[in-house]
Structures are given as C-alpha cells and as structure tokens.
C-alpha cells in the first residue's frame, strides 16, 4: 500500500513514522507542504489529481506560511479527499484545531469544561475581557504549539502594555483564565474512539508550563473512565480521529479540557509509556482507509 507522509520538514517524527511503514510493509513517501502543486480543469481527474497514486495520506505537520499559502494547502487536502483518498486528520479537523478560537467554540458546543476565554482585536475590548476573567489570564498566539508565546499576566499595567503590542502588530488577543492547578497537567493520545495512552506532564520548577518543549518532565499515567470520556468527547468535538488533547486537574480536582492539537507529537508519549504511538497511527490509519474502500 502506498500512503504519503505530509509534512513540512523530514525531522524525528517523519522519521518514526517512515521506520514504523517500512516495519509494517508500506511505502511510505514524504511529501513538502512548501513544494505541493495542483491543476484542475478537464485534465483533471481521479488519477492527475493530488496525491495520485496514494491510498493514504498522514498529515504530520502544517509549515508557516502567509494566509493564501496556508488557505491553498487546506485547498489541497480537500481535493485530495474529494478524490477518494484516505486524509488524516481530515482538512477540517486541521482547520478547526490549528485556531485555538474555533477550537474553543467547538469544545464549548460540546458542553466540555474548557477555561473561560475571551478574544479580541483591540486593547480596550481585550482589557474588560481582562477583568471578566478576573485578572489572571493566559495570553496565547491564534496558531501556535508546544507552549510557545504563552504569557500568565496578572497585573492590569503589563496587560495592557502586551495587548497594545498585539495590537499594534495585527495578531488577535486571546486570553483564558488561568486554572491553578497542581503543577501537572495530561496530555492523552487519542487514536480513534480509545485512548492510546497517557502521560502526567510536571511543570519545571518555577515555570507554570507544562509543556515538555518548555522543560517540563513526563511520567506514564494510568487512563481512567474521566480521561478517556473527556479526551475522545473532545477529539470528537473537533472532527478529530487522531489528537493529543490536554486535560488539567485544578486546586479542587475539577477536570479541565484545555486544548486539542491535530497533529500531535509522541516523541515523549513514545518513551513514556513504551509504546510503538508510529506503528499504531499506520495501523489505524490502514483501517480507515480500508474502510472508505469498503474493504
């Protein structure tokens, strides 16, 4: 079977997921995001459309571009499931979880516990979005990952200083609550309608972040009914068969659901919980294709 790997780079991850096919006898390719192409017209059809010749199709990464490169390559993946090609995540699920306000909205809908948030695009908005949430928010780029740009403010001075920056240089303001919570967060693999695994994700001393890309240290977690209920809810909620969803036990032992991401990394999972997370998105992603085929 042929299945692409779609990618913006060929690091750790493509790598895995490359030994993990050739473990399992498929041919598996890389594809660039950066270098994809596509025509239509009457030339245009099931076998000159894209991923000719493919099965399958992972995406493992969206690389940064401007809107019309980002909108084009959501475009692309679209076409290619109008062609009858196994996508995943689907264009939609990327979609959705690649903006952390949409996502919001989703897992919101859902009627999931997720932070209170509020969004802007101007300082005085995003000030009584402040005080709505009580003063103590995390402030998070739209589209971003790993922990990267987050900022905990709690003091009004400071709050406005980085909203009028934002502001300034055209980026959204997204605020949540900040949660205290116990200093560890879980970070659960979906796959399908089941949890693969979990990890516990501690903070580094002195850093609120959890993230293992901002220093935090993971421990193997046993998945309960909670977990598993919340983490696929949530997956669901975003149209999502593969996800790593973030939940968070606060100073009171309520469950929240913070965030979901569609193109999940394992590296850490991986170690962890001594698990082969490749070679079971390649066996999962099989049985949806096989599936759509109606095999």
């Avoid at 270098?35 to 399958?56: F, K």
């Avoid at 993946?77 to 090609?85: E, K, P």
């Avoid at 998945?223 to 100073?251: E, F, H, M, N, Y």
Wanted: hydrophobic share 45%; proline share 3%; with cysteine.
């Amino acid at each position: 079977m042929r299945v692409a790997i779609i990618s913006g780079g060929r690091g750790w991850h493509v790598q895995d997921l490359l030994r993990a096919a050739d473990r399992l006898r498929l041919q598996a390719e890389v594809l660039d995001f950066r270098h994809l192409s596509a025509a239509t017209g009457h030339t245009w059809n099931l076998t000159t459309g894209p991923l000719q010749g493919y099965q399958a199709a992972l995406v493992r990464t969206v690389p940064a571009g401007s809107l019309e490169q980002i909108i084009f390559r959501m475009d692309w993946l679209h076409a290619a499931t109008l062609q009858g090609i196994t996508v995943v995540n689907s264009p939609k699920a990327v979609e959705i979880c690649v903006d952390k306000y949409l996502t919001s909205v989703r897992l919101t809908h859902a009627r999931l516990p997720t932070p209170p948030t509020f969004v802007a695009q101007r300082t005085e908005e995003a000030m009584q979005g402040f005080e709505t949430l009580g003063g103590d928010v995390v402030v998070k780029p739209l589209f971003g990952a790993e922990g990267r740009g987050l900022q905990r403010i709690s003091d009004p001075e400071l709050a406005w200083r980085t909203f009028r920056v934002l502001e300034n240089s055209g980026q959204v303001i997204y605020l949540q609550k900040f949660i205290p919570h116990q200093g560890y967060d879980i970070r659960a693999f979906v796959l399908g309608n089941k949890v693969l695994a979990a990890m516990q994700r501690h903070a580094q001393r002195g850093n609120w972040r959890t993230n293992i890309a901002q220093g935090g240290s993971a421990v193997a977690c046993a998945v309960c009914d909670t977990i598993t209920r919340l983490a696929c809810s949530a997956a669901r909620a975003v149209d999502c068969t593969i996800a790593g969803v973030d939940l968070l036990k606060d100073c009171d032992d309520r469950w929240w659901v913070l965030e979901v991401n569609a193109v999940p990394g394992w590296k850490a999972l991986s170690t962890t919980c001594q698990i082969d997370v490749a070679q079971e998105i390649w066996c999962h992603v099989l049985q949806l294709s096989s599936i759509r085929r109606g095999v």
